[in-house]
């Protein structure tokens, strides 16, 4: 099993550029989430969803929007990149609800300049 | 409004001691506790974990600690390991929120 898996691993957007991070997951787990990381802070919440088609806001969601169109598949869409979203991006999945052990991806890392 | 916080940035111990991180919470939802382990330009892995019913729970060289009325938990390592050093998130949860500390580095020196 290769896990979770992000892409790209790098990216510098310029402001106003728009991009989709990737995260794909092949443990057949019905959650999935997307965080960011600042430097010097905990991961924050943007998304998650709970099965295909149920997509939920988390606790930063604004400036991204996400689809769940298949269980393996969570992109992850910033339309107008803005310095702020300047981060690390990872991607998480779990078996349910019940099971809080989240598996986590590689991360990427966005400069937005 | 940091609901989960290591006030601990970074803790260095010499190999073989114990290592004591450190995380409070103040969301008396919260009813489920875990560590994650980082290493760089890797993701979090799961370390331990605790639900709110126990208080401690032990792992191998790994022991984790609530006390719910001080909001209040630790991971203990004995003995400590060159291969610990890390970056360890705590995190809480209640339901689908999942809330994470800003970390705390451990160097476990030779």
């Known amino acids: 099993n290769a896990g979770v898996t992000q892409t790209p691993k790098f990216r510098i957007l310029k402001i106003g550029q728009s991009m989709t991070l990737q995260c794909a997951q092949d443990m057949n787990h019905n959650y999935m989430y997307w965080y960011r990381q600042d430097p010097g802070m905990g991961l924050k919440l943007i998304y998650y969803?709970?099965?295909?088609?149920?997509?939920d806001k988390g606790e930063v969601p604004n400036g991204y929007n996400v689809s769940r169109s298949t269980t393996e598949d969570f992109p992850l869409r910033l339309e107008l990149a803005a310095p702020s979203q300047t981060s690390v991006y990872f991607c998480?999945?779990?078996?349910?609800?019940?099971?809080?052990?989240?598996?986590f991806g590689p991360g990427t890392r966005l400069t937005v300049l | 409004d940091q609901q989960v916080k290591q006030n601990s940035p970074s803790l260095s111990v010499q190999e073989g001691r114990i290592s004591i991180l450190n995380c409070d919470y103040t969301n008396s939802m919260f009813d489920y506790f875990l560590w994650y382990k980082k290493y760089p330009a890797e993701g979090p892995t799961f370390l331990i974990s605790?639900?709110?019913?126990?208080d401690k729970n032990e792992d191998g060289r790994f022991t984790v600690f609530l006390n719910k009325s001080a909001k209040h938990l630790s991971l203990h390592i004995v003995p400590s390991q060159p291969g610990d050093s890390a970056v360890y998130f705590c995190a809480a949860s209640a339901d689908n929120d999942m809330r994470f500390g800003a970390g705390t580095r451990l160097t476990v020196k030779p």
């Open positions: 605790i639900s709110s019913i126990k």
């Open positions: 969803s709970v099965g295909a088609g149920i997509t």
């Open positions: 998480a999945s779990s078996y349910s609800q019940g099971a809080k052990e989240q598996f």
